[in-house]
């Protein structure tokens, strides 16, 4: 379960606020906004990436985006990671398997992304959509669905201060949000999911990720990239992610609010209890 205060991913600042009710005037008041840092990626003293993220739970990203993003086949192939804090942002070192440097150099990608966007600087179309990999979607009821939804406001502190960042959650086979991650960018908060998963080993065979944004092509791919086997968003799937979810075989579900939620995805094997 994620509890950490977000004191390092807000600043407090002073706004004006216009009310209007009974004739327009102004207020003054504190609030607290969410903080959204440069952070970046090194890999064997190479800079690869540059992601405007939410500056807490770093290590996690890194290590999701690594193992997502295919740079790292799983976690034992980092050897080391540092974070260094400067006035303009992050960046996090890591030293990797020197098989997995020497694939990371022949891909020459080079990453400016806005907010998590993962395809930015991506050289050629053939690039932008990678090959997905199978996936085995687990059994999953319709009470499980609805109680992650209602467990899911208790475990966003970023989003409660604020209002402005995205949450990625793990949650057990009965709904039960396990570990929860948050960030600006949905595709981050995703990677931070992930890499908090793999860096505690956990067993994924038996789950499924639920996110706080739409269903997109890459949220899809990350989660089949991770062995995730189903993936529930509150927002819809896009029309590439359904199809990518069919190709993976992973379960895909979209437009959860209370009472309803969307399968866009079941694998013929899979089936979804009523109960």
Same mark, same amino acid.
């Given at each position: 379960?994620?509890?950490?205060?977000?004191?390092?991913?807000?600043?407090?600042?002073?706004?004006?606020?216009?009310?209007?009710?009974?004739?327009?005037?102004?207020?003054?008041?504190?609030?607290?906004?969410?903080?959204?840092?440069?952070?970046?990626?090194?890999?064997?003293?190479?800079?690869?990436?540059?992601?405007?993220?939410?500056?807490?739970?770093?290590?996690?990203?890194?290590?999701?985006?690594?193992?997502?993003?295919?740079?790292?086949?799983?976690?034992?192939?980092?050897?080391?990671?540092?974070?260094?804090?400067?006035?303009?942002?992050?960046?996090?070192?890591?030293?990797?398997?020197?098989?997995?440097?020497?694939?990371?150099?022949?891909?020459?990608?080079?990453?400016?992304?806005?907010?998590?966007?993962?395809?930015?600087?991506?050289?050629?179309?053939?690039?932008?959509?990678?090959?997905?990999?199978?996936?085995? %979607?687990?059994? @999953?009821?319709? /009470?499980?669905?609805? +109680? !992650?939804?209602?467990? &899911?406001?208790? =475990?966003? $502190?970023?989003?409660?201060?604020?209002?402005?960042?995205?949450?990625?959650?793990?949650?057990?086979?009965?709904?039960?949000?396990?570990?929860?991650?948050?960030?600006?960018?949905?595709?981050?908060?995703?990677?931070?999911?992930?890499?908090?998963?793999?860096?505690?080993?956990?067993?994924?065979?038996?789950?499924?990720?639920?996110?706080?944004?739409?269903?997109?092509?890459?949220?899809?791919?990350?989660?089949?990239?991770?062995?995730?086997?189903?993936?529930?968003?509150?927002?819809?799937?896009?029309?590439?992610?359904?199809?990518?979810?069919? %190709?993976?075989? @992973?379960?895909? /579900?979209?437009?959860? +609010? !209370?009472?309803?939620? &969307?399968?866009? =995805?079941? $694998?013929?094997?899979?089936?979804?209890?009523?109960?």
């Amino acid at each position: 379960m994620s509890t950490r205060h977000p004191r390092d991913a807000v600043v407090r600042q002073s706004v004006e606020v216009r009310r209007g009710a009974n004739g327009w005037y102004t207020d003054t008041q504190e609030d607290l906004l969410a903080l959204e840092r440069p952070v970046a990626l090194v890999y064997n003293g190479i800079s690869h990436a540059v992601m405007m993220a939410s500056p807490v739970d770093l290590e996690d990203f890194a290590l999701g985006f690594s193992l997502s993003e295919g740079i790292l086949a799983n976690i034992t192939e980092c050897y080391d990671l540092e974070i260094r804090e400067a006035p303009q942002g992050h960046t996090v070192h890591l030293t990797i398997a020197s098989q997995r440097m020497a694939e990371l150099k022949q891909r020459r990608r080079s990453l400016t992304g806005r907010t998590g966007c993962g395809l930015c600087g991506t050289e050629a179309l053939e690039q932008a959509i990678r090959p997905i990999p199978s996936v085995v %979607a687990p059994s @999953l009821s319709d /009470a499980a669905i609805q +109680r !992650s939804l209602q467990e &899911l406001v208790a =475990h966003q $502190p970023l989003q409660a201060a604020t209002g402005a960042s995205h949450g990625a959650a793990w949650c057990d086979p009965q709904g039960r949000i396990q570990q929860l991650r948050e960030d600006v960018g949905r595709h981050n908060a995703l990677d931070k999911l992930i890499g908090a998963l793999a860096r505690e080993a956990a067993p994924l065979e038996e789950g499924f990720a639920l996110v706080t944004s739409r269903a997109s092509y890459e949220m899809v791919h990350k989660c089949a990239s991770a062995g995730i086997g189903a993936l529930v968003a509150v927002s819809a799937a896009t029309a590439l992610a359904v199809e990518q979810a069919q %190709a993976s075989g @992973l379960l895909l /579900a979209g437009f959860a +609010r !209370s009472g309803r939620h &969307l399968i866009y =995805h079941r $694998p013929i094997t899979t089936a979804i209890a009523h109960g």
